[in-house]
């Protein structure tokens, strides 16, 4: 098999980048380990910053967005007897949408479907050949059991944390940073409207709770528990009474709804950063590269951040000979990694409990201040809902 450019992984990352290559006409296959089924059930992400929505409008992709997304136009922060609104519209005049990773991937899916791009699923034992070389390749084992080469001019890492695009690069070669955090999300999904117009965001001396939504008839909601919870422990009842307590359902005028949990999985919390981005021929983008708390509603975005940068360089390297752009993808990516990685740091440590007291006032202190301070508001508003692509 020969292409131009190998995309390893099928999420949203590089079935996007296999799609905005296309339209300059850049050729690419894309090889994915896990069944189709597999990836485009995953729950994962639900916010779209407002950059990542116009990349995705840009290329042909927001149809669906803008007739099954909901805009919001900012979030709630609350500790208990207090809640308040924080609109970014107002702030920064930028909103963002509630619109699920699942979704992004089945309109990402469709429309390479529609185009007749080459996407191979359940390949086994991927590795990565000659990537200091200008003809670089890739190799696995086809879901029949047929040993196959894919030859190509570049290859582009999408395979988030686990694949085999992240250890290709020479433990000489890179520098790795990571933070593991004293605690993990225990996530639901529940077949009940939401009880929010907007999500919650709570600080609770019992831990930190979330509730978002996928849909006006689907709720997703977040609590903070120990790392190495079994999510068996925790009953549908007892869920939905620690969420109905963080969430402040005592408060005047409102009331957590409840309904039928369909699904339930424990999240841990971390921080990651492998740089450079590029080692020869070989491209990371997204999950590959870096990890983020989900806290910030920054992982999903930043893989499109990194698309968004890494297209045109390509585009520019392949059918131009200038590799100008290509040269400064790492070190222009990790500017907006970098920034990201601080904000999701900076919003999860201050709602989560650390079990220290003079943290819980210093976090109290700081709520009060994002939320009583136009600066601070605007702060905290130009980050979630996204600063400009190629910051």
């Known amino acids: 098999m020969r292409t131009e450019v190998a995309i390893v992984g099928a999420g949203p990352a590089g079935l996007l980048l296999a799609h905005l290559l296309a339209a300059d006409g850049v050729d690419s296959v894309v090889v994915e380990t896990r069944?189709?089924?597999?990836?485009?059930?995953?729950?994962?992400?639900g916010i779209l910053e407002h950059s990542s929505v116009e990349l995705l409008r840009s290329a042909g992709l927001g149809a669906n967005i803008d007739a099954h997304g909901d805009e919001h136009r900012g979030i709630y922060l609350q500790w208990p007897g207090e809640r308040h609104h924080l609109d970014f519209v107002d702030l920064v005049g930028r909103s963002v949408w509630v619109y699920g990773q699942t979704q992004v991937q089945a309109d990402l899916h469709a429309a390479a479907e529609a185009a007749g791009r080459q996407?191979?699923?359940?390949?086994?034992?991927?590795?990565?050949?000659d990537l200091e070389s200008e003809r670089p390749f890739v190799t696995f084992t086809d879901a029949t059991g047929a040993e196959q080469r894919l030859d190509a001019d570049v290859v582009v890492g999408c395979d988030g944390s686990f694949g085999p695009s992240r250890s290709a690069v020479p433990e000489a070669k890179r520098e790795t940073w990571e933070r593991v955090y004293p605690y993990?999300?225990?996530?639901?999904?529940?077949?009940v409207p939401p009880s929010t117009d907007e999500l919650i965001y709570a600080w609770h001396p019992d831990g930190f709770a979330m509730h978002s939504m996928r849909s006006a008839t689907v709720s997703r909601l977040y609590l903070q528990v120990p790392n190495g919870t079994?999510?068996?422990?925790?009953?549908?009842?007892?869920?939905?009474?620690?969420l109905s307590t963080r969430l402040g359902a005592s408060q005047e005028g409102w009331e957590l709804r409840t309904g039928a949990i369909t699904e339930k999985s424990v999240l841990p919390m971390r921080s990651f950063v492998q740089q450079p981005m590029r080692y020869g021929r070989l491209f990371l983008a997204g999950d590959a590269a870096h990890i983020v708390p989900p806290t910030g509603a920054k992982g999903l975005n930043l893989a499109i951040a990194d698309v968004a940068l890494l297209a045109p360089a390509l585009v520019s390297l392949l059918r131009k000979h200038d590799a100008t752009l290509a040269d400064a993808y790492s070190e222009t990516a990790l500017r907006r990694v970098w920034r990201c990685e601080?904000?999701?740091?900076?919003?999860?440590?201050?709602?989560?409990?650390s079990g220290?007291?003079?943290?819980?006032?210093?976090?109290l202190s700081q709520l009060r201040w994002v939320t009583s301070s136009t600066a601070g508001a605007a702060g905290l508003a130009e980050n979630y809902a996204g600063l400009p692509l190629g910051f």
Do not use: C, N, P
Request: glycine share 2%; no cysteine; aromatic share 14%.
């Open 342 to 353: 601080h904000f999701s740091w900076w919003m999860t440590s201050m709602l989560h409990q």
């Open 356 to 363: 220290d007291a003079f943290d819980a006032q210093l976090q």
């Open 230 to 242: 079994d999510v068996a422990d925790w009953s549908d009842d007892r869920i939905w009474e620690a």
């Open 184 to 191: 993990s999300w225990l996530g639901i999904l529940a077949d």
């Open 35 to 45: 069944s189709k089924a597999y990836v485009a059930a995953r729950i994962r992400a």
């Open 119 to 129: 996407v191979v699923y359940e390949a086994q034992d991927v590795a990565l050949h």
